[in-house]
């Protein structure tokens, strides 16, 4: 269709219908040619996803609008919506392309894509030649892809393409925060909603009876109400079980399932109307919140439960979790029951929770695996994803571990760089480590392999994990059988995913028997922090990224040394859960791993370790000595330990002690010397610049605990100051004082004191007339006058008023105690003595 009969197209449509959208069609209009950028809010029902942009061709002449859907399903049906408005088929003006889909001609305008497949594009053509305008849809969801893409385009209108126009459209959303991010005008749309009534349950569903819970509120409310009836769950599951459990008790009603992995034709048959006078029930995953119409319906069931992806970056990994739903998705759905006619909406929790949900679901961003999105990034141009203009920040901690983790598959270098075999990753639309696997393989047979590999991981697990726990190898046999027989079954999903990724490879598909370690090889590429080594024979393993898994002890898989793990549940504290691994030879797990250096200080065994070991993470595979280690690592290892754990690595005795409170002693009365501080805490943080000194033995490093308790402390600690302090030192807190009777007592400096304590049995002292002194006679000593038995009899900082009075009082009771000693009348005029000796 020419752009003259487009236009007149789209203006008879927009004039013709009696949708809300299209009264707003000219001021969305307006507002982009005046900021190039809009927030469009409308309810649902409102027909902005299919009349406004619509309305934009007559914006742009021959340029193209890109429009992002969340999901594959609603892709498709805005895309065929927007084509019969326009009396077309899909893939002519209007096309769609999805993951593996593709219904785009010369001729397209719009194009509406998952949101994936546009972050794929940008990095491939920055630029987005052709594109005049990218439109948002049902933005408030919030999804990983939705946020990257929002801010790839945004630095492209910043940095390449200001006349590039963002739409957002949503109908729950924090306007005013977007518009100040943007820079965009709202355009508001009223809806053409009918009422809803709201019944709210007296308890709440369990989550351990979700399903029970649905099918009972769906019988009830077929008995009590006219038209269809619309139920979400949260998972394929529950679907899955809330059908059987309804089975043909409805009849003739229809019951149809709707989630992202059924068939299209099956699809549509949910999303149809009814036929008059008939009636179905929709049972639905969050797919049908938004976007999808489906008419006829009159009421919603609501477990109140979704299923979300929560990635723990403690461990890298990540699991499905149900989870409550927050009031905008509850909201959302109520909404799907008022479109054509006023209707109901049975809530199956209480009020009291209903007040404890949150209002706004949680941007998926901060709660997922970002590896796939930093190696678009990287693809993008972008080495440094935090300095991008994110409407929610992506967490640290998450980034950084996303960049390891494809550093270690190799798709990025140490700058975050793109590498070639990177640049081939990401054009494969899925996570990298899919990815590595299929471009790894060396041939068109691995690749083949690797290809089955991928759907059976991806996709939901056919076969029953009671029969054949975690291996691989029957689920890759069970598919190439149903293949090679032409009875797909339930395999028909995996092997149309698998042919994708055959084809995306350029090969054939493979239905030749395959060995067990040719699979686990591939794996292992994949995962290679998840390649595990047994621990014991009950299955036990341990994966190369730290963490302990199990295995079932039945499984087969529990007879192998190594097995490569391609998913797993965290499990919390306790050891994970493998569901799905593969066994792998050590000759391919030596293939990944490479030779290291450990050289480490382990004290329980001894001193240092000097090991080369071929190591795959924290998993050793071989290990020899290593015995050409330079003196330098060596002393600067020990120093480490010095300074982590030198508290029990060294021998801090009584004598190390004192020298410590002396020169810390001198420091306090004259900190004008400028005494070095020979504090432990000082010490060992500053153990680099004065222990190399002294770690060099018989021409060797000394490398040992017991090597290292045998350094004279006390020495090496009075070297470290200069000669003349040392001179000042012993001058002024000298380590010994001599008394009358000629020995040279130890002076006992105490922490938190300035004076020390002089301890001496007191017949030592006779003859001696004043109290010792410090400090160049400015602080006397505090005497502790001893028996001949060593027990403290006076303390004292006034020897000379101690023999005036108290000395004959404490004469009387040492002459009862110690007779054989001598107690002379008058101390000051006596000899001192240190046995038992009597003056004659």
């Known amino acids: 269709m020419k752009t003259s009969e487009l236009t007149d197209v789209v203006t008879r449509v927009l004039t013709t219908t009696n949708l809300p959208a299209a009264a707003v069609a000219d001021g969305l209009a307006g507002a982009l040619r005046d900021s190039h950028a809009a927030v469009v809010v409308a309810p649902p029902g409102a027909g ?26 609603a892709a498709r049906q805005v895309a065929a919506r927007m084509a019969a408005l326009l009396g077309e ?8 392309q999805v993951r593996f889909e593709r219904k785009v001609s010369a001729a397209t305008r719009i194009e509406v894509v998952t949101e994936g497949v546009l972050a794929r594009r940008l990095a491939d053509d920055p630029t987005l030649e052709g594109v005049s305008c990218v439109v948002f849809d049902e933005f408030h969801e919030r999804s990983l892809q939705s946020d990257l893409t929002l801010c790839m385009v945004r630095q492209v209108r910043d940095v390449l393409r200001p006349d590039l126009d963002i739409v957002v459209m949503s109908a729950t959303i924090d306007t005013a925060a977007l518009c100040r991010e943007l820079g965009a005008s709202v355009v508001s749309c009223e809806g053409r909603m009918f009422p809803v009534s709201v019944v709210q349950a007296r308890e709440d569903a369990p989550v351990t009876a979700i399903a029970e819970a649905v099918a009972a509120a769906v019988v009830s409310a077929h008995s009590r109400h006219e038209g269809d009836i619309l139920a979400f769950l949260p998972g394929q599951g529950d679907i899955e079980r809330c059908a059987a459990l309804l089975g043909d008790s409805l009849a003739p009603t229809r019951v149809c399932p709707l989630y992202g992995n059924m068939t299209m034709e099956r699809q549509a ?17 969050p797919v049908a919140e938004t976007s999808l119409t489906i008419e006829g319906v009159r009421v919603v069931v609501d477990s109140g439960y979704c299923r979300r992806l929560v990635y723990d970056a403690a461990t890298g990994l990540s699991h499905l979790a149900t989870v409550r739903i927050s009031h905008d998705m509850a909201t959302q759905r109520t909404g799907r029951a008022g479109r054509v006619a006023a209707g109901v909406s049975y ?12 209002e706004q679901r949680q941007p998926e961003i901060l709660d997922a695996d970002l590896t796939p999105m930093v190696l678009t990034l990287a693809a993008f141009g972008e080495s440094d994803p935090a300095a991008l203009p994110w409407l929610t920040a992506p967490p640290e901690a998450v980034l950084r571990r996303a960049t390891d983790e494809l550093r270690l598959l190799g798709a990025i270098d140490s700058d975050g760089t793109i590498t070639p075999l990177g640049r081939r990753m990401e054009a494969m639309p899925c996570h990298p480590r899919i990815a590595k696997m299929i471009v790894h393989a060396a041939d068109d047979a691995r690749k083949a392999l690797a290809c089955d590999i991928a759907a059976i991981i991806e996709e939901k697990d056919v076969m029953s994990a009671d029969e054949v726990h975690a291996d691989l190898l029957p689920r890759v046999a069970a598919l190439r059988d149903a293949r090679r027989g032409h009875r797909l079954g339930p395999w028909r999903r995996v092997a149309r995913v698998a042919d994708e990724y055959c084809r995306m490879a350029h090969v054939r598909s493979d239905d030749s028997f395959v060995g067990a370690d040719d699979i686990g090889a591939l794996v292992a590429v994949a995962y290679p922090e998840r390649v595990a080594m047994a621990v014991d024979h009950n299955g036990t393993y341990r994966l190369a990224g730290g963490a302990t898994v199990h295995l079932d002890g039945a499984d087969s898989l529990t007879g192998y040394d190594w097995i490569a793990v391609a998913s797993l549940h965290a499990g919390g504290r306790g050891a994970g859960r493998v569901f799905l691994a593969a066994a792998v030879t050590k000759s391919d797990v030596e293939a990944l791993a490479s030779w290291t250096d450990n050289l480490t200080w382990i004290t329980h ?22 015995t050409d280690v330079g003196d330098d690592r060596l002393t600067a290892l020990v120093c480490e330990a ?34 070095p501080d020979l504090s432990t805490d000082h010490l060992l943080a500053t153990a680099g610049s004065w222990l190399p000194l002294y770690l060099h033995a018989d021409g060797h490093i000394i ?4 090597a290292l308790r045998r350094l004279p402390l006390t020495q090496i600690l009075w070297n470290i100051l200069p000669y003349e302090a040392q001179q000042t030192v012993d001058r002024l807190a000298p380590a010994r004082i001599r008394v009358p009777s000629g020995s040279m007592v130890r002076l006992d400096y105490r922490v938190g004191s300035d004076v020390p304590v002089l301890s001496v049995r007191l017949q030592e002292c006779f003859g001696l007339a004043a109290t010792p002194c410090v400090d160049d006679g400015r602080v006397p000593v ?5 028996s001949p038995g060593f027990k403290p009899v006076q303390l004292t900082t006034d020897l000379a008023s101690f023999w005036q009075e108290a000395y004959f009082e404490v004469r009387k009771e040492l002459r009862r105690r110690y007779p054989k000693h001598y107690w002379p009348d008058d101390p000051l005029q006596a000899e001192a003595t240190r046995g038992v000796r009597r003056k004659k």
């Open 89 to 96: 088929r899909v893939g002519e003006s209007v096309g769609y």
């Open 269 to 285: 048959e949910a999303i149809a109307p009814s036929p008059t006078g008939s009636r179905k029930v929709v049972l639905a995953t």
């Open 48 to 73: 902005k996803s299919t009349l406004l942009p619509l309305s934009l061709l007559r914006s742009y002449g021959s340029g193209r609008i890109v429009m992002l859907e969340p999901r594959r399903i």
């Open 782 to 786: 505090l005497m502790e006058l001893l």
């Open 642 to 675: 010095v300074a982590r754990e030198g508290r029990s690595l060294l021998d801090w005795n009584d004598e190390v002690r004192t020298l410590q409170l002396r020169v810390a002693l001198v420091a306090r009365w004259h900190p004008d010397l400028g005494l």
């Open 703 to 706: 490398t040992t605990v017991t």
């Open 605 to 626: 065994q001894g001193g240092v370790v000097a090991r080369r070991e071929l190591r795959i993470g924290q998993l050793v595979i071989d290990s020899r000595p290593l």
């Open 347 to 358: 809530r199956l929790w209480t009020t009291a929770t209903d007040a404890r949900m949150e």
